[in-house]
């Protein structure tokens, strides 16, 4: 579009444009850009680049981690000697950056390459200084003398115990595992920490996972000492054994004084409040009623229970402000000490005392290290809270502990921590008025509370978000608005008040902040109760192809670390495990030892043994997205006879399948034949034969000794089984040979 006359008009009679017409015809529109040729492009991708010069620090932990994922994800252990020649490798690249690297891009090539390699030898490194003694599996009735070392948080089946075995029977002492976990009967007394006890039960090696690719328990008791776990079948009954090392005496002792203060917080608060008082101060969870945790995982608020991040900030952050606020109140001290170093000393103390209060979980542990790095930083007279204060919190945790980079908690923890120090980062500084009434200044300030606190909510949801979906199958629907409201609570009640109800309550005097703990306790449960009976307040979503976490871990850290436009680049990335189809649903589902199974209907879960395996059991139908049938048995005697030790397919049924849940061997003899004749896949827990069953897919003890549990998908050509052991590979923690996918 153009204004006054046209170029007609304007034109001399030659076609030349007078000065006028260049006046008065001036477009007014906005040209359409020319896209920018190759050499344009090139150059603005090298000034995206150069403004990373600060950040190659920040993808050092990143780089670190990938190399120790790599490791493993690895289907067989490589040999010890590997891991010190990539060591070497990987120090050498670090000398030869320093000492020859001129280019930028040779030189972030070089150290992000080292990091990985020596991510990778470090992961292998840790397992040879864990490795330990694992108990046999299908030893029988044993007799256990050992020493509890803690109380253990409670299972399904009852109260737990973490014990250091002094013998087994039928074991040799270099085959007696160092810890083992021990499940007693419920109601039975538990012994206090420091206790020599004998107990008859069952002890086997850690289970594997209840469905492929599921959570593996085994490599995190690998990681964690833990080589049996069984059942007792007698009471405890105290021994005399002789000292223990100082160091498992320091720890008992240690122990013995948490599960007493345990007692105490619920002995003064009652079992309501004070067991979530007593998990969030010492990490014992055996007295948190069972309905508070479903009500507080369906609400979003279950990471209140468990010790971690903000547990530890709150504790140091309290400590922090508390020690300033005392020194700026002494005028003579504060002209002669920094009360911010002196407060973040004390913040520090704080820190790691309450890591010792709390037994020391791999969470608990982690959380501290982030901590210690934040008040390091400002020892050193550096930021606390920035992005590079968090990698090198991350770096050395994963150094300690580079199996973490498989944990859950780990990944969630530092997604959302990276997301939130990021927001800080970019979030807008307000400009402070010289001079404001303070109703004016006090409604601003609520104003930039709730913007804050909604946004972090948001970020930290968004971030943590993937990792709950893939993990965890359940997302709360009013996890934002829980948060929003219990964030206050337990930052200024509630956490506070159980830090000073610890301190004081061995003195007899801790009474009233410990009501006043239980007053936000109960406000926090009363919100958690109304979240969770809402309608759909939490919704069980299947967990996408495993890659899409990787990606998804790696978008977000893009969009976290990257400065500029490229940032953006990563949100597909960040996306991956939301938006990805779903793999296809399994037709059946079949527990480690053969002793259960379930097989989809529709969006349900028919379990066959519905008091059996129940957690395999819940797990696996999560993670495919399907619900347990609301009547269990009696949609299952829709479908199969069953009785206490067998299940046949009804008229009409589909999947047609038997199966056998005895290892006796004359009920497998009597049943099998029939069960033969009226199924295509036969289960059977005990031993049998191919050829007494040489026209269906039977599964016996021997496949679920070798391949663990199982999920078998109906093809055009048969039935495919996927099984768990063939995606664990052959590693120290699995056990076992690998068996192959069968069709």
Same mark, same amino acid.
């Given at each position: 579009?153009?204004?006054?006359?046209?170029?007609?008009?304007?034109?001399?009679?030659?076609?030349?444009?007078?000065?006028?017409?260049?006046?008065?015809?001036?477009?007014?529109?906005?040209?359409?850009?020319?896209?920018?040729?190759?050499?344009?492009? *090139?150059?603005?991708?090298?000034?995206?680049?150069?403004?990373?010069?600060?950040?190659?620090?920040?993808?050092?932990?990143?780089?670190?981690?990938?190399?120790?994922?790599?490791?493993?994800?690895?289907?067989?252990?490589?040999?010890?000697?590997?891991?010190?020649?990539?060591?070497?490798?990987?120090? @050498?690249?670090?000398?030869?950056?320093?000492?020859?690297?001129?280019?930028?891009?040779?030189?972030?090539?070089?150290?992000?390459?080292?990091?990985?390699?020596?991510?990778?030898?470090?992961?292998?490194? &840790?397992?040879?200084?864990?490795?330990?003694?694992?108990?046999?599996?299908?030893?029988? +009735?044993?007799?256990?003398?050992?020493?509890?070392? $803690?109380?253990?948080?409670?299972?399904?089946?009852?109260?737990?115990?973490?014990?250091?075995?002094?013998?087994?029977?039928?074991?040799? %002492?270099? /085959?007696?595992?160092?810890?083992?976990?021990?499940?007693?009967?419920?109601?039975?007394?538990?012994?206090?920490?420091?206790? /020599?006890?004998?107990?008859?039960?069952?002890?086997?090696?850690? %289970?594997? #996972?209840?469905?492929?690719?599921?959570?593996?328990?085994?490599?995190?008791?690998?990681?964690?000492?833990?080589?049996?776990?069984?059942?007792?079948?007698?009471?405890?009954?105290?021994?005399?054994?002789?000292?223990?090392?100082?160091?498992?005496?320091?720890?008992?002792?240690?122990?013995?004084? &948490?599960?007493?203060? /345990?007692?105490?917080?619920?002995?003064? *608060?009652?079992?309501?409040?004070?067991?979530?008082?007593?998990?969030?101060?010492?990490?014992?969870?055996?007295?948190?009623?069972?309905?508070?945790?479903?009500?507080?995982?369906?609400?979003? !608020?279950?990471?209140?229970?468990?010790?971690?991040?903000?547990?530890?900030?709150?504790?140091?952050?309290?400590?922090?402000?508390?020690?300033?606020?005392?020194?700026?109140?002494? #005028?003579?001290?504060?002209?002669?000490?920094?009360?911010?170093?002196?407060?973040?000393?004390?913040?520090?103390?704080?820190?790691?005392?309450?890591?010792?209060?709390?037994?020391?979980?791999?969470?608990?542990?982690?959380?501290?290290?982030?901590?210690?790095?934040?008040?390091? @930083?400002?020892?050193?007279?550096?930021?606390?809270?920035?992005?590079?204060?968090?990698?090198?919190?991350?770096?050395?945790?994963?150094?300690?502990?580079?199996?973490?980079?498989?944990?859950?908690?780990?990944?969630?923890?530092?997604?959302?921590?990276?997301?939130?120090?990021?927001?800080?980062? !970019?979030?807008?500084?307000?400009?402070?008025?010289?001079?404001?009434?303070?109703?004016?200044?006090?409604?601003?300030?609520?104003?930039?509370?709730?913007?804050?606190?909604?946004?972090?909510?948001?970020?930290?949801? +968004?971030?943590?978000?993937?990792?709950?979906?893939?993990?965890?199958?359940?997302?709360?629907?009013?996890?934002?608005?829980?948060?929003?409201?219990?964030?206050?609570?337990?930052?200024?009640? *509630?956490?506070?008040?159980?830090?000073?109800?610890?301190?004081?309550?061995?003195?007899?005097?801790?009474?009233? #902040?410990?009501?006043?703990?239980?007053?936000?306790?109960?406000? +926090?449960?009363?919100?958690?109760?109304?979240?969770?009976?809402?309608?759909?307040?939490?919704?069980?979503?299947?967990?996408?192809?495993?890659?899409?976490?990787?990606?998804?871990?790696?978008?977000?850290?893009?969009?976290?670390?990257?400065?500029?436009?490229?940032?953006?680049?990563?949100? %597909?990335? /960040?996306?991956?495990?939301?938006?990805?189809?779903?793999?296809?649903?399994?037709? !059946?589902?079949?527990?480690?030892?053969?002793?259960?199974?379930?097989?989809?209907?529709?969006?349900? @879960?028919?379990?066959?043994?519905? $008091?059996?395996?129940?957690?395999?059991?819940?797990?696996?139908?999560?993670?495919?997205?399907?619900?347990?049938?609301?009547?269990?048995?009696?949609?299952?005697?829709?479908?199969?006879?069953?009785?206490?030790?067998?299940?046949?397919?009804?008229?009409?049924?589909?999947?047609?399948?038997?199966?056998?849940?005895?290892?006796?061997?004359?009920?497998?003899?009597?049943?099998?034949?029939?069960?033969?004749?009226?199924?295509?896949?036969?289960?059977?827990?005990? @031993?049998?034969?191919?050829?007494?069953?040489?026209?269906?897919?039977?599964?016996?003890? $021997?496949?679920?000794?070798?391949?663990?549990?199982?999920?078998?998908?109906?093809?055009?050509?048969?039935?495919?089984?996927?099984?768990?052991?063939?995606?664990?590979?052959?590693?120290?923690?699995?056990?076992?040979?690998?068996?192959?996918?069968?069709?």
């Amino acid at each position: 579009m153009t204004t006054g006359r046209s170029d007609i008009e304007l034109k001399t009679v030659g076609g030349a444009a007078t000065a006028e017409a260049d006046a008065i015809a001036a477009p007014i529109n906005t040209p359409i850009r020319k896209l920018p040729s190759a050499a344009e492009a *090139m150059m603005w991708l090298r000034a995206q680049a150069v403004a990373q010069a600060d950040r190659l620090g920040l993808w050092t932990p990143v780089a670190f981690g990938c190399g120790a994922a790599a490791y493993f994800a690895l289907p067989r252990e490589p040999v010890a000697a590997l891991a010190i020649a990539i060591l070497g490798l990987a120090g @050498a690249m670090l000398w030869a950056r320093v000492r020859w690297s001129s280019g930028r891009i040779l030189a972030v090539a070089l150290t992000l390459t080292a990091f990985a390699l020596a991510g990778f030898a470090v992961g292998k490194l &840790r397992t040879e200084h864990v490795r330990a003694p694992i108990a046999p599996s299908g030893e029988g +009735m044993q007799t256990v003398d050992a020493l509890v070392v $803690d109380i253990a948080n409670p299972g399904q089946g009852g109260p737990r115990l973490l014990l250091a075995p002094i013998r087994v029977s039928g074991l040799a %002492p270099d /085959a007696t595992p160092i810890r083992a976990r021990m499940t007693l009967q419920p109601g039975t007394p538990l012994p206090a920490p420091g206790t /020599a006890i004998r107990v008859r039960g069952m002890l086997n090696p850690p %289970p594997p #996972p209840a469905s492929p690719g599921s959570y593996d328990f085994a490599r995190d008791a690998f990681f964690d000492g833990i080589g049996g776990v069984g059942f007792a079948l007698t009471p405890p009954r105290e021994i005399f054994a002789e000292a223990p090392p100082w160091r498992l005496a320091l720890e008992m002792r240690v122990n013995a004084a &948490r599960w007493a203060l /345990a007692r105490k917080i619920v002995d003064e *608060m009652g079992v309501e409040s004070g067991g979530l008082g007593a998990a969030m101060v010492t990490g014992h969870e055996a007295f948190v009623p069972r309905e508070q945790v479903d009500a507080l995982r369906a609400s979003g !608020l279950a990471h209140i229970v468990s010790i971690s991040g903000l547990h530890m900030a709150i504790v140091g952050g309290f400590a922090f402000a508390g020690i300033r606020l005392l020194i700026a109140a002494w #005028p003579w001290l504060a002209l002669r000490v920094s009360s911010k170093k002196t407060a973040a000393l004390f913040a520090l103390t704080a820190v790691l005392s309450y890591l010792v209060l709390s037994g020391a979980p791999a969470p608990a542990e982690r959380a501290a290290i982030t901590a210690a790095a934040a008040f390091g @930083a400002i020892l050193v007279d550096r930021r606390a809270i920035s992005l590079h204060t968090l990698a090198i919190a991350a770096l050395v945790i994963l150094a300690i502990q580079p199996e973490a980079v498989t944990a859950p908690g780990f990944q969630m923890s530092f997604a959302a921590t990276t997301a939130l120090v990021a927001m800080a980062e !970019l979030w807008p500084r307000p400009i402070r008025e010289i001079n404001a009434p303070w109703p004016i200044r006090a409604v601003q300030g609520a104003g930039t509370w709730l913007g804050a606190s909604l946004a972090a909510s948001f970020v930290a949801g +968004m971030a943590t978000g993937p990792f709950a979906m893939q993990h965890f199958n359940r997302v709360s629907t009013f996890g934002l608005i829980s948060n929003l409201l219990v964030a206050p609570i337990s930052s200024f009640l *509630m956490m506070p008040a159980l830090a000073l109800g610890a301190i004081l309550a061995p003195f007899g005097v801790g009474d009233w #902040p410990l009501r006043a703990a239980g007053f936000a306790i109960d406000t +926090m449960n009363l919100i958690a109760a109304k979240a969770s009976s809402l309608p759909n307040a939490q919704l069980i979503v299947a967990s996408a192809p495993g890659w899409t976490l990787t990606a998804a871990f790696l978008g977000i850290l893009w969009l976290c670390l990257w400065k500029g436009p490229l940032r953006w680049a990563g949100l %597909p990335f /960040a996306l991956a495990v939301s938006l990805t189809p779903r793999p296809p649903t399994p037709d !059946l589902w079949i527990a480690a030892d053969g002793s259960t199974l379930a097989v989809r209907e529709g969006k349900q @879960a028919i379990l066959f043994r519905p $008091d059996v395996k129940l957690f395999g059991a819940e797990l696996w139908a999560r993670r495919r997205g399907l619900t347990p049938a609301a009547e269990g048995q009696a949609a299952r005697d829709a479908l199969y006879d069953c009785d206490r030790w067998s299940c046949a397919p009804r008229s009409g049924s589909s999947p047609r399948v038997a199966a056998i849940f005895t290892r006796r061997a004359s009920t497998i003899e009597k049943t099998l034949p029939l069960s033969c004749q009226a199924a295509e896949i036969v289960v059977v827990r005990g @031993a049998a034969s191919e050829a007494d069953c040489p026209d269906v897919l039977l599964l016996t003890e $021997d496949d679920f000794a070798r391949g663990g549990s199982a999920e078998l998908y109906r093809t055009v050509s048969g039935w495919r089984v996927v099984w768990a052991q063939t995606l664990r590979g052959q590693r120290p923690w699995t056990g076992g040979v690998i068996l192959e996918d069968a069709p």
